[in-house]
């Protein structure tokens, strides 16, 4: 089985969709990644893997709807508990230059203007205008989390291979 160091977790199962095996998919970030690829990868809740190949894959709202290969009944798919991941070469490439996938995001460094680090983006949310940087660190002994509105007045620069993003804020802005 692959190692689950070089699996990229995005989206987790949500029970049975129907009774003929299809399954509910609730991404963790835009669902694209997995329209692009075949293949997936379950991990089970106690941490077992095994290859997934898609049949078919829908929208439905906001959650996606899986058909697997082998699994056709309603039991099949509330068996599939767990994660989805991908390999991270299984991506499609983004279009814009300055576009990124989430997966790449999390784990960078933030470090503002005057060379302060304000801690790692721990997570990327969003208020429905634009997505927002959770920023995770410390001040003193304090642990502090900084939300940052990823615009171009406060973002200057993300460098996803440096694993460092550069913002215009300060410390004392919680």
């Excluded at 190692?3 to 989206?11: F, K, R, T, W």
């Excluded at 969003?126 to 615009?151: F, H, M």
């Amino acid at each position: 089985m692959t190692d689950q160091q070089e699996l990229l977790p995005i989206a987790r199962t949500g029970g049975a969709y129907g009774v003929r095996g299809w399954v509910r998919i609730i991404p963790f970030e835009e669902g694209e990644p997995l329209f692009a690829t075949k293949t997936w990868h379950f991990i089970a809740m106690n941490g077992a893997q095994r290859i997934l190949s898609v049949h078919e894959l829908k929208e439905h709202g906001t959650q996606l709807i899986a058909k697997f290969d082998g699994i056709d009944s309603k039991e099949d798919a509330d068996r599939l508990r767990g994660r989805i991941a991908l390999l991270r070469e299984d991506f499609p490439e983004l279009e814009e230059e300055d576009e990124h996938w989430a997966v790449d995001i999390i784990g960078c460094r933030v470090i503002n203007l005057e060379g302060e680090e304000l801690g790692v983006v721990a997570d990327i949310s969003d208020n429905s205008v634009q997505d927002i940087l959770v920023v995770r660190g410390t001040k003193g002994d304090a642990a502090v989390e900084y939300l940052i509105p990823v615009v171009e007045q406060y973002v200057e620069e993300i460098d996803t291979e440096g694993q460092v993003i550069r913002v215009d804020w300060h410390s004392d802005w919680l």
